[in-house]
Structure formats: structure tokens, C-alpha cells
Nanobody, 121 residues
Framework: QVQLAESGGGLVQAGGSLRLSCAAS????????MRWHRQATGKQRELVAV???????NYADSVKGRFTISRDNAKNTVYLQMNSLKPEDTAVYYC???????????????WGQGTQVTVSS
């Protein structure tokens, strides 16, 4: 079994910062790509940021220069540092991992439970 535990969401004023964390635990051999998605009320879920196992990153245009994704492989954890937050960043944020439970198995795709981020104007 694999569990993902997200934390760090909350209510913040526009211009403020939050740091999200997502820690994977359980039967884990290796984690490949790690991603953050978000879904605002009434909108489709969108990819916010991705970090590969080699550390390469990519961001949605809407968050470039404000958000930073990082990972700690020793802790099986991915982070999302969010600065200069805007009301339009309000959404439920989900972590999403490509994870191998054994050296011979194919990677599976796992989702966190989501954490609410609310940015007030």
C-alpha cells in the first residue's frame, strides 16, 4: 500500500505565501515524476508544476516566476512553494506521483487527497 499525505494549505491574503507538502509512505521502491495539480470550483483540474526524478521542472504559465516545485528523495516528499499568491490561485491542490513499488514493476500513478488553498483579495 502507498499513502500520500498532503499538508500546508490554508487561507492567505493576496501577495502572501504558502508552502505545500506531499509525503509518500508505504511500499516504495522509487518515485519518478512528481506533480502538483489544482482544481478551482467549476473548473477542470489543471497541471501546475512537475519535477522529474532528475530534478528538471516545468510550470504552467500562470504560475511561472511565483511558484517553485522541489523534492526531497530521502523523504519521498514533494513541495510547492507558492509566493505572490493571487485570488485566482484559489483551488484544491493535489499532488500526483509516478511511483514504483518494486524494481521490476511498472510505475503506478497515485494522487493525494487534496488540500484547500484560499487567497483573499
Amino acid at each position: 500500500q502507498v499513502q500520500l499525505a498532503e499538508s500546508g494549505g490554508g487561507l492567505v491574503q493576496a501577495g502572501g505565501s504558502l508552502r505545500l507538502s506531499c509525503a509518500a509512505s508505504g511500499s516504495i521502491f522509487r518515485i519518478d515524476a512528481m506533480r502538483w495539480h489544482r482544481q478551482a470550483t467549476g473548473k477542470q483540474r489543471e497541471l501546475v508544476a512537475v519535477i522529474t526524478s532528475g530534478g528538471s521542472t516545468n510550470y504552467a504559465d500562470s504560475v511561472k516566476g511565483r511558484f517553485t516545485i522541489s523534492r526531497d528523495n530521502a523523504k519521498n516528499t514533494v513541495y510547492l512553494q507558492m509566493n505572490s499568491l493571487k485570488p485566482e490561485d484559489t483551488a484544491v491542490y493535489y499532488c500526483n506521483l509516478d511511483l514504483r513499488r518494486t524494481s521490476w514493476g511498472l510505475p503506478g500513478n497515485y494522487w493525494g487527497q487534496g488540500t484547500q488553498v484560499t487567497v483573499s483579495s
